[in-house]
């Protein structure tokens, strides 16, 4: 079932979306070259717990982890380990926080030192792909044209849009109804109303779209090792338009 939120209720979601806002952007700014990837999952707990917060990822379905970091071929769902960020990786950061019950949950690709520029264009399409279906979230709409509107900008561009994964209705769980896939033909689905909240994540390939799930049961890669990119935001339907609840407020 759909679940649209109250006031009180979005007032809670917009707490979480803050957290999981800021949260990103504090560990974006620590990622340089030799960092290892379970380095930026410590932070992330200290600063949700720093915030009165609670992980949303740690524990869920036995993920290890309350953050997701996937580096160049990986996805999504990247655990974060051993591994050290070089320069010219291509590094995906999902995160996720609970407060007071509601849930946030917001992703970004950056680059770190030199990549391609075929790289840099993946990264870009990705971004204004989420864009574009954030734009399409408005009453009147069904939850289809958001997925159209992202499939439709990136495989102009050439790249590849994933099928395998979705984004979510989102509100009490992470994960909620409607899904809300990347791609399909528009006016389809659920028509979208005041107070539904979503998670849009455009997930991008540039090669094959098809992904595959390593060994240790988590980790999205593409099935063809071509480099890949993720966007995530949690957004509020309201009568104005969508409302970017995971927008970080200085920027
Ligand atoms: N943004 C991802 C999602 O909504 C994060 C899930 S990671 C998990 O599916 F570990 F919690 F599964
Ligand atoms: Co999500």
């Known amino acids: 079932m759909i679940e649209l939120k109250n006031e009180q209720e979005l007032k809670r979601m917009r707490q979480a979306a803050r957290v999981v ?11 340089r ?28 379905r036995g993920y290890p982890a309350s953050i997701c970091v996937s580096i160049n071929e990986e996805v999504v769902h990247g655990i974060p380990g051993e591994r050290r960020i070089r320069s010219g990786d ?14 946030g949950d917001a992703a970004l690709t950056l680059a770190l030192g030199e990549i391609s520029s075929q790289a840099q264009a993946l990264i870009q399409t990705t971004q204004q792909a989420l864009t574009q279906g954030i734009a399409q979230a408005v009453v009147g709409n069904r939850i289809s044209d958001i997925s159209h509107a992202i499939q439709r900008h990136v ?16 509100g009490r769980a ?13 006016h389809l689905g659920p ?36 480099l890949a990119a993720h966007f995530e935001h949690t957004i509020a339907i309201t009568e104005q338009g969508p409302e970017i609840l995971t927008l970080c407020e200085d920027k």
């Open 33 to 60: 070259p030799g960092i290892k990837t379970k380095a930026l999952d410590e932070a992330a707990i200290a600063y949700i717990h720093g915030q009165g917060a609670k992980p949303a990822f740690l524990g869920y």
């Open 191 to 226: 028509r979208l109303q005041v107070g539904m909240v979503l998670a849009i994540e455009p997930m991008v390939t540039l090669g094959d779209y098809r992904v595959q799930v390593l060994a240790d049961g988590w980790t999205a890669v593409t099935k063809d090792r071509s």
């Open 174 to 186: 992470l994960h909620e109804e409607p899904p809300v896939p990347n791609f399909g033909d528009p």
């Open 90 to 103: 291509v590094v995906s950061i999902d995160a996720g926080a609970v407060v007071e019950g509601f849930y």
């Open 155 to 170: 495989e102009q561009q050439g790249f590849g849009v994933v099928r395998e994964f979705v984004g979510h209705g989102i």
């Open 21 to 31: 806002a800021g949260l990103l952007k504090q560990v974006s700014a620590m990622v």
